[in-house]
């Protein structure tokens, strides 16, 4: 009993730290409070919240964040009908909202822009294609080319970035730790350095955590559920050998 009472109370633990996470990444501030509040208003299952839908391995995931810091409160839609959130809209001018619409003709970045930027004293130079997954396979092929370009190298300091050299094709470059970060556009590079104070646990983080926590989660509660039937049948062994005696 002291087992099945000891289990029990991990699951209940368990699913309520998964429910709270969950909860946090159906609130917000800002352009995400006004995304969620037209999803939630014009039930619109063609729209999400572009933070909610990405995961990767936990190693990853500051990096992640401190990549696309500015992009992952904002819409993405599979489809490009967007009627229904100009109309809404049009009644809700007090709320504020990011709109990522990925463009399906940029030119693509090989395996030739890692090897190159190894060649420049970079080391586990990783393309974020290969560690990110989409939780939701509707937006996956929408958000191809969206991250493309974008890459997290294990060894990047401030030093390294700036004699990155200009000719190299990428987007963006993040060292793992989320500590330097470069970017390139049509006007320039620019480059950011975030200090430890400014990473809290971002959306990434949440979106891991509750992956974890849900298989675990399921993992006990499936030792509960076995642990309870064999209580269930040892009380009426007990109960039948109490009426033979």
């Given amino acids: 009993d002291s087992t099945l009472r000891v289990l029990s109370k991990e699951v209940i633990q368990l699913e309520s730290k998964r429910q709270s996470l969950i909860d946090v990444n159906k609130t917000g501030e800002g352009v995400k409070e006004g995304a969620l509040k037209f999803i939630e208003e014009a039930g619109e299952a063609n729209f999400e919240v572009l933070g909610n839908i990405i995961e990767c391995e936990p190693q990853y995931a500051k990096a992640l964040e401190v990549l696309f810091e500015n992009s992952f409160d904002a819409l993405i839609a599979k489809e490009l009908g967007t009627d229904n959130l100009s109309q809404w809209y049009a009644n809700n001018t007090d709320k504020s909202f990011d709109f990522i619409i990925p463009s399906e003709t940029v030119d693509l970045c090989g395996p030739e822009t890692a090897e190159r930027l190894t060649l420049k004293g970079l080391s586990g130079v990783t393309s974020i294609e290969d560690i990110l997954k989409v939780n939701n ?30 000719d190299i094709r990428f987007r963006g470059l993040v060292a793992l730790d989320g500590s330097i970060l470069l970017t390139k ?61």
């Fill in 137 to 166: 396979l509707d937006f996956s092929a929408k958000l191809k080319a969206f991250f493309n370009g974008f890459y997290v190298a294990e060894n990047l300091t401030a030093e390294l970035a700036l004699k990155i050299s200009n």
């Fill in 185 to 245: 556009s049509l006007n320039g590079i620019s480059l950011s350095a975030r200090s430890e104070d400014d990473q809290g646990l971002g959306v990434v983080q949440r979106n891991n955590l509750i992956n974890d926590l849900t298989e675990e989660c399921e993992t006990k509660r499936a030792k509960l559920d076995e642990l309870e039937l064999f209580v269930a049948n040892l009380d009426s062994e007990v109960e039948t050998l109490k009426v033979d005696f």
